[in-house]
């Protein structure tokens, strides 16, 4: 019998830390559309708990507000390193 290894499903934060160490921007919404996540905000309260610096600034366009969050330091790891 053989048995194949299945890849490691990541987490939403980390799926949310590689997005951001990549480089970009997230907002809730954004979150919702990429990666059907509901639980966005707090995810990103979880990774601040764990000591990531995460950036945040209010947006308003077309009239309505929300927040983009991102990581300011580029980091040089790629998807599969970063765990949490």
Known sequence: MTTSKQPTKQTYSQIILNHMLAGKRLSNMQAYDQYGMT??????????????????????????????????????????????
């Open 39 to 84: 639980c966005f905000l707090q995810r990103i309260s979880d990774l601040r708990a764990a000591g990531i610096a995460i950036q945040d600034e209010v947006i308003e366009k077309n009239g309505k507000r929300y927040k983009s969050y991102w990581i300011d330091q580029p980091a040089n790891t790629t998807d599969s390193e970063v765990t949490l």
